[in-house]
């Protein structure tokens, strides 16, 4: 979904529509968290700095990245 697309869903009056576009966002969220993961990772980041930055424990951030 294109940015603006979405950006336009958000202002909707439709509460479904809104609602999707919320999911969308969700959706983006977590790939570009997973990602930012993986980059700290392999520049050396730990778990600790990596909670610390997303605002969670490391223990919540291994749980759900480190496999």
């Known amino acids: 979904?294109?940015?603006?697309?979405?950006?336009?869903?958000?202002?909707?009056?439709?509460?479904?529509v809104g609602l999707r576009a919320v999911g969308a966002l969700h959706r983006l969220a977590e790939q570009v968290e997973a990602a930012a993961v993986v980059r700290a990772r392999a520049q050396g980041w730990s778990w600790e700095q990596i909670g610390d930055a997303?605002?969670?424990?490391r223990?919540?951030?291994?749980a759900k990245y480190g496999k």
């Open 1 to 16: 979904m294109e940015t603006q697309e979405l950006s336009e869903r958000l202002r909707s009056h439709d509460p479904a």
């Open 54 to 57: 997303l605002g969670v424990s």
């Open 59 to 62: 223990q919540s951030v291994h």
